[in-house]
């Protein structure tokens, strides 16, 4: 059983940065695909990013990509995702994901744990 924490949310003027951190323990991290989603109040659950297991590939929802990136060290068993140059639409809650797998997925069907998720708000 894998358990999932993110960290590092919190307020921002839009233009600026945050960095979330998603802390695993309970498994061996690097047997995991992971992912971002972020739901908004009001709206479903969205794709965010995803990094397979060795960090080799990653994948970018339109709306972040270029603005955000997606990382992981295995030897710290943490996922970060650095968001830079962030707009008002960025505000939602950000959930992090694992699933044991050696591919990647966008899809949230897809993954089998959850952390409780965190709030990003960007101001405008």
């Known amino acids: 059983q894998v358990q999932l924490v993110e960290s590092g949310g919190g307020s921002v003027q839009a233009g600026g940065s945050l960095r979330l951190s998603c802390a695993a323990s309970g498994g061996i991290f690097s047997s995991y695909a992971m992912g971002w989603f972020r739901q908004a109040p009001g709206k479903a659950r969205e794709f965010v990013s995803t990094?397979?297991?060795?960090?080799?590939?990653?994948r970018y929802a339109a709306s972040v990509k270029g603005r955000f990136t997606i990382s992981r060290d295995n030897r710290k068993n943490t996922m970060y995702l650095h968001m830079n140059n962030l707009k008002p639409e960025d505000t939602a809650v950000y959930s992090c994901?694992?699933?044991?797998?050696?591919?990647?997925?966008?899809?949230?069907?897809?993954?089998?744990?959850w952390g409780q998720g965190i709030q990003v708000t960007v101001s405008s």
């Open positions: 990094i397979n297991w060795s960090g080799s590939t990653t």
């Open positions: 994901a694992a699933v044991k797998s050696n591919s990647w997925y966008e899809s949230d069907y897809n993954y089998d744990y």
